[in-house]
């Protein structure tokens, strides 16, 4: 029978199939098929992503990150720091690691149950700070690229927002492709404090609300860094935990931005023919 070792992992709630693909068994799947229905929740294993580890000649390794919908991403925040946490327990890299993703070069580091991801800087011209179009109930955002691209919208009580007001908004504002050419991932923040906020974000691909996004909560505090509401750390609480966030704030572009957290190794195991087939 073919069957395909993966181990399940989650990283403050996003949770993720991930495969190492550095010998090339995947090869010979169709992966838009395998991935749609793997990720299915209820009749396969289920997960918001599937990622593969694969060889780089570049760095340690390479992150190849897919949706729940088969669609490839440039970059998942949290999926790095649950794969950066796979490269380390199978002998792919040490505590400290380089990795290759579509979006460019990672780096991130094991701090005991936590991972810590270094992003590249996000320019300035990337951001877009106080725009406003039309959306129905809501006029205003920010936009940021951080790997990948994130609006940002600010709520007086996230926590009481409905889902089904929060799965229309957010799948609207995502698909709303006269202004987001490659739609976009949109994420509902709540001020706390200069150091604290709270966050529910709709993800492109998932298409769904998920219960944590680490680029989502990264976009959030540089853009509340930017509009001098939080300062470095920032403590993004999520619906499954808290991400922290660190950002150093430059005249044209941000640096030294990380995204810290948990990463949980919770299944491992054999994908087989039933679950893709």
Known sequence: ???????????????????DNREGI???????????????????????????????????FKMRYFNADGSEGEM?????????????????????????TMAGIY????????????????????????????????????FAIVGVPHVVIYCDDVDNMEYKELYNLGKKIRNSL??????????FVQYVDESNMKIRTYERGV???????????????????????????????TRAGILKIYFNLG???IDDIYLEGDARVVAEGYILPDAWK
């Open 1 to 19: 029978m073919e069957k395909v070792p993966f181990i399940k992992m989650n990283g403050c709630g996003n949770d993720f199939v991930v495969i």
């Open 26 to 60: 995947m090869q010979h799947f169709d992966l838009y098929k395998f991935i749609r229905r793997v990720c299915a929740r209820r009749t396969s294993i289920g997960a918001d992503g599937l990622m593969l580890l694969e060889k780089s000649n570049k760095v340690d």
């Open 76 to 100: 998942c925040g949290n999926g790095a720091r649950c794969i950066s946490k796979f490269a380390y327990l199978i002998g792919a890299a040490q505590k400290q690691m380089q990795f290759e």
């Open 107 to 142: 780096e991130s580091q094991i701090n005991g149950e936590n991972v810590k991801v270094k992003f590249p800087p996000v320019l300035m011209k990337n951001i877009q700070l106080n725009r406003r179009h039309d959306f129905g109930q809501v006029n205003d955002f920010h």
């Open 178 to 187: 006269d202004v987001f050419p490659e739609g976009t991932n949109v994420n």
């Open 207 to 237: 298409e769904d609300e998920t219960f944590a996004c680490g680029t989502g909560s990264t976009a959030s505090a540089v853009i509340s860094g930017l509009l001098g509401m939080v300062k470095s750390p920032v403590n993004m609480h």
């Open 251 to 253: 005249k044209d572009l």
